[in-house]
């Protein structure tokens, strides 16, 4: 059995099922609230969901039983120190952490938030926040969001984060200090001879590690498909054989190093699914070539788009489940690492992410 | 003492109640004084900056009002969502 948890734009659904005889929707919270995110700590089975009010602001909510009559609490400190000149706009991602009750949230101003009382209290990192480069920092066109964290298996130390348009941040020491991993990025939005804090501006889209060697990582930029093999320092384009190297959602086999995910979409101009055809990219070679994976997706006039945080998996190997959901409401998976996919949900709010358990 | 009005979500974090007798010499100080009275409300009306979110009206005695508006004892003020929309 899998769970789903979907943000949309009208609230959170959790849906559980599996592939081959269809998926439930079990519940339905926060109705008519934009979910951003919503995940489970697999250690603890608590759920989060993140919700931006239009009228009442960012908050990260949390319990330990979506499915039942528990309430769900609001989390608190997840806010920016008072009295400064900016306010917090979204929180685009919760990610739970290596060290015994640690989760972290990131959010929009380019800000990272860490619990470690499993997600009932929160406060900002200080490391990233004073960032002396920040005045320099550029938002993308979903806002300055801090939108991917990737934890590393079993050293609560090293975490590497990105923020569009502000780049690649790694620590080695916990979060006290960060330095920026950019080399071999190109930003072909900028022009090639503006100045290094003008092409600091890297508009990373969603960075995934891979769990079994963890110095590697895949990225989806705007405009460019890369790989890193000396974690997050440096990167390789690996984008060539793609219909389009544009688009925001990764992910990969947690049992294979060499395999990563991607959804094209034609352009940044034109945020659609290439020839309105719906195909999931897999690499299982580290990049150096791409097969499409839509047995079963719509196959013609489909102009669909996927955001970000709307692609993720679970298992891993021979039993890799992948899920995807649309801005226009349609949620698909496979249950066989993408040979083959079927509709999970055909009519949801529009999907903002969805997380696999 | 003002009396300040809360609608819709704003009475679950602000113990259910609807009315709320609170003093202050303008708006923003009067919501200050809220929070302090009922912590969990923090974020949900002012921001991190003391600026009323942007869909939230406030109205002083029947006017709209913002965060400067000054309060005098006996003043009526009102949280309304905003109408949003088309």
Same mark, same amino acid.
């Given at each position: ?12 659904? $959790?849906? /559980? ?16 609230? #934009? ?60 990610? #739970? ?48 969001? $801090?939108?991917?964290?990737? =934890? ?6 090293? $975490? ?25 990025? %190109? ?12 092409? %600091?501006?890297?508009?990373?889209? &969603? ?14 930029? &705007? ?16 984008? /060539? ?9 990764? =992910? ?12 094209? $979409? ?8 290439? /020839? ?37 998996? =679970? ?43 | ?64 009002? !913002? ?7 006996? !003043? ?11």
């Amino acid at each position: 059995m899998t769970e789903l948890l979907v943000g949309t734009k009208k609230g959170l659904f $959790l849906l /559980e099922g599996d592939t081959g005889s269809g998926f439930e929707i079990k519940t339905r919270a926060f109705p008519g609230e #934009p979910v951003d995110f919503a995940t489970r700590d697999p250690r603890t089975g608590r759920a989060f969901a993140t919700v931006t009010s239009p009228f009442y602001g960012p908050k990260i909510f949390y319990t330990d039983d979506p499915e039942g009559a528990g309430e769900w609490q609001q989390a608190g400190g997840v806010a920016l120190p008072e009295g400064g000149e900016q306010a917090l706009e979204r929180i685009w991602v919760i990610a #739970p952490g290596e060290g015994e009750g640690t989760v972290y949230a990131g959010g929009d101003p380019g800000v990272l938030f860490e619990s470690h009382d499993g997600g009932a209290s929160w406060a900002i990192n200080e490391g990233l926040w004073e960032q002396p480069s920040r005045k320099d920092w550029q938002p993308g066109g979903g806002g300055l969001c $801090l939108h991917s964290i990737s =934890t590393w298996p079993g050293d609560p130390d090293k $975490l590497a984060v990105a923020v569009s348009a502000a780049g690649m941040w790694l620590t080695d020491d916990g979060g006290r200090s960060w330095r920026r991993g950019n080399e071999g990025l %190109n930003p072909r939005y900028l022009p090639d001879d503006a100045s290094d804090e003008v092409r %600091n501006a890297r508009c990373v889209h &969603h960075v995934e590690r891979s769990p079994s060697r963890p110095e590697r990582l895949f990225m989806q930029f &705007h405009g460019g498909v890369y790989r890193s093999d000396d974690a997050g320092g440096s990167w390789t384009a690996i984008g /060539e054989g793609l219909p389009s190297d544009f688009g925001f959602p990764l =992910t990969v086999d947690p049992a294979d190093p060499d395999s990563a995910y991607v959804i094209p $979409l034609v352009a940044d101009m034109d945020r659609v699914m290439p /020839e309105g055809r719906v195909r999931v990219y897999e690499t299982r070679d580290g990049g150096s070539s791409w097969n499409p994976r839509g047995d079963g997706l719509p196959a013609e006039n489909a102009y669909l788009t996927v955001l970000r945080q709307a692609f993720n998996h =679970t298992g891993a190997g021979d039993g890799l489940q992948l899920y995807f959901g649309a801005t226009s409401g349609e949620l698909f998976g496979s249950g066989d690492a993408g040979a083959t996919w079927t509709t999970v949900a055909p009519r949801l709010p529009p999907v903002y992410s969805v997380v696999a358990i | 003492m003002a009396v300040l009005r809360v609608h819709g979500p704003l009475r679950k974090p602000l113990g259910d109640r609807a009315e709320h007798e609170l003093s202050g010499e303008n708006v923003v100080e009067l919501l200050r004084g809220l929070e302090r009275e009922y912590p969990e409300i923090t974020g949900w009306i002012l921001d991190e900056r003391g600026v009323i979110r942007r869909h939230i009206n406030v109205f002083v005695n029947g006017e709209r009002g !913002d965060e400067e508006t000054p309060v005098r004892a006996g !003043d009526r003020i009102e949280l309304l969502p905003a109408i949003t929309g088309g």
